[in-house]
């Protein structure tokens, strides 16, 4: 499916209307984030993920939701499993680590 942009037009109705959703919260500056981004963007073309939106706001251009997301370093992932995030933190993953948080996601209960 390909990660998609957010913004602070479209975020609130991206993590709400879609059952899981996947945000990499990233910068340009930011080496880790760099690093991280062909891994996530690996993810979010594999045809067994193609049910899960891989989101990424550039917390330069939206601080808005950075500071609302409690945003304190980069890269941070957040996952959200019917409109509640289950899963928040810091870091950039290698990709059999994102794998398995993927494939966790899929299986968590949410009310």
């Known amino acids: 499916m390909a990660t998609t942009q957010l913004s602070s037009a479209d975020f609130e109705k991206t993590i709400t209307g879609n059952d899981l959703v996947f945000v990499d919260f990233w910068a340009t500056w ?11 963007e ?6 067994e993920n193609s ?3 891989f989101g990424k706001i550039d917390i330069d251009a939206n601080q808005d ?3 609302a997301a ?6 941070t992932l957040m ?9 928040k933190q810091a870091g950039a993953l ?3 680590d994102l ?3 993927i494939a966790q996601a899929k299986e968590a209960k949410v009310d």
């Open 42 to 47: 690996a993810a979010s073309d594999k045809p």
């Open 65 to 67: 939701i950075a500071q």
């Open 51 to 53: 049910d899960i939106v």
């Open 99 to 101: 794998d398995n948080l």
């Open 79 to 87: 996952v959200v499993k019917k409109g509640q995030i289950i899963f």
């Open 94 to 96: 290698q990709a059999g």
């Open 70 to 75: 409690g945003i304190q370093a980069v890269p």
């Open 30 to 40: 930011c080496g880790p984030c760099r690093a991280f981004g062909p891994i996530y």
